[in-house]
Nanobody, 133 residues
Framework: EVQLVESGGGLVQAGGSLRLSCAASGFTFEDYAIAWFRQAPGKEREGVSCISRSDGSTYYSDSVKGRFTISSDNAENTVYLQMNSLKPEDTAVYYC??????????????????????????WGQGTQVTVSS
């Protein structure tokens, strides 16, 4: 059974940091793209960051670029999202997602249209991130 389990969320003051983890079991994502999405109350789900083991590429939304860093530990089958300089607008439930059909991350040319969340089969349960002002 394929499972993605997020952890590391919590409550932090603006300017603080958190590190989210996405632990995969039931498959190895050495060739997949793993993406982080988030959804705030009353808002649509949006892509945050992506890492591809197929070509080593990473991708960040403009809203988090320069503040968030995505990385992977293949030995642990885990992807991390280091979030620094957090802002209240980063408050959301954060999900990691993957699908065997998606090996590559979005690019500046394609944007998140290259990795439509509705077509991804594997999702974690989500972890809440709350940033207070």
């Amino acid at each position: 059974e394929v499972q993605l389990v997020e952890s590391g969320g919590g409550l932090v003051q603006a300017g603080g940091s958190l590190r989210l983890s996405c632990a995969a079991s039931g498959f190895t994502f050495e060739d997949y793209a793993i993406a982080w999405f988030r959804q705030a109350p009353g808002k649509e789900r949006e892509g945050v960051s992506c890492i591809s083991r197929s070509d080593g590429s990473t991708y960040y939304s403009d809203s988090v670029k320069g503040r968030f860093t995505i990385s992977s530990d293949n030995a642990e089958n885990t992807v991390y999202l280091q979030m620094n300089s957090l802002k209240p607008e980063d408050t959301a439930v954060y999900y990691c997602a993957a699908d065997p059909l998606f090996l590559f991350c979005p690019t500046p040319r394609t944007g998140w249209g290259a990795l439509p969340p509705d077509t991804l089969d594997y999702w974690g349960q989500g972890t809440q991130v709350t940033v207070s002002s």
